[in-house]
């Protein structure tokens, strides 16, 4: 369930030095067990996954069949951030569990409002970053960058997030439906605050994130029990656990970004640009969202 979509095991083996590489041997690549953001891919009606993917994701449609509405709600809230962000002047953007590219994807948005602008994806598996970087040959300014979110440290430090994203200028930072792959252990807000720390003043956080609990103003709303455990129990078997989060818990994980209006709220009702959906409708769209900013 995530884009940019981590039962933690072992990082993904680094790619070396540079902007170029030689590829993935076979053992680098685990096709036995199903991964979140090919699992994504599927939910968005993509191409770019595996059997063991489309069986686990369809045993989260199963239990959940309106798994499909949040993806393409929480895709539509990464355009208008994007859009948003790079109207107000921001032209470097780090995207972390990017996922497979599906376009639009972040560049193209960013580019149709300001041309030129610096992109960086990052995922933490073999497979993504083959799709991603044969859809991204030969596109200038744009990067990506085999790597685990929770080892930001060696996000920031790779050449080639070095060589395209000028830290003494904003960035906007985007982690859309990453977070909830990240066990309470693993220390999420840790994370985002290492990120943060390599940031300047007026960068930016797009956080997207999946939660169990209620739409607030739904009458009679109540968390689907049955239904929310067949997801988590699903993702136990993928190469990532899924921790879904109340906006209570996702709010602090901004750290020191302040969260611009209107705060924490389900992602269609992040600055819409079209039809609200009912209140039912918010009530299966299983994601938070937020944009902050570094002042």
Known sequence: MSEQDIAAGPLSPPLPDGADHAGFTAD????????????????????????VDRLAADRVIEVHPQVRLSA????????????????????????????????????????GTAPGTRVVYVDNDPIVATHAEARLTGT?????????VR????????????????????VALLLLAVL????DDEDPAGIVATLAEALPAGSHLVLSHA???????????????????????????????????????????????????????????????GALPSAGELNNTIFYGAVGRKD
């Not at 208008?80 to 996922?99: N, P, S």
């Not at 909830?180 to 066990?183: Q, S």
């Not at 970004?257 to 819409?272: A, D, M, N, Q, S």
Request: glycine residues 8%; charged residues 30%.
């Open 72 to 111: 393409r709600a929480n895709r539509d809230f990464l355009r208008r951030a994007v859009r948003g962000l790079a109207a107000d002047g921001i032209r470097q953007i780090i995207d972390i569990g990017t996922g497979i590219p599906t376009s639009p994807n972040t560049h193209e948005v960013a580019r």
């Open 211 to 273: 939660t169990g609990e209620p739409y607030e103003a739904f009458p009679g709303g109540r968390t689907d029990v049955e239904a929310r455990d067949g997801v988590v129990n699903v993702y136990k078997n993928a190469t990532a656990t899924l921790n879904l989060r109340t906006k209570a818990e996702v709010e602090p994980l901004f750290g020191p970004f302040t969260l611009l209006e209107p705060g924490v709220v389900r992602v269609p009702l992040w600055r819409p640009d």
């Open 140 to 148: 200038p300014h744009t990067g990506f960058v085999l790597g685990d």
């Open 28 to 51: 680098e690549i685990d096709t036995s067990r199903p991964h979140p953001a090919r699992m994504y891919d599927y939910y968005l009606g993509g191409r770019d996954n595996y059997e």
């Open 180 to 183: 909830h792959f990240v066990r």
């Open 151 to 170: 080892d930001p440290r060696a996000i920031l430090d790779h050449p080639t997030v070095r060589e395209l994203i000028d830290f003494d200028r904003p």
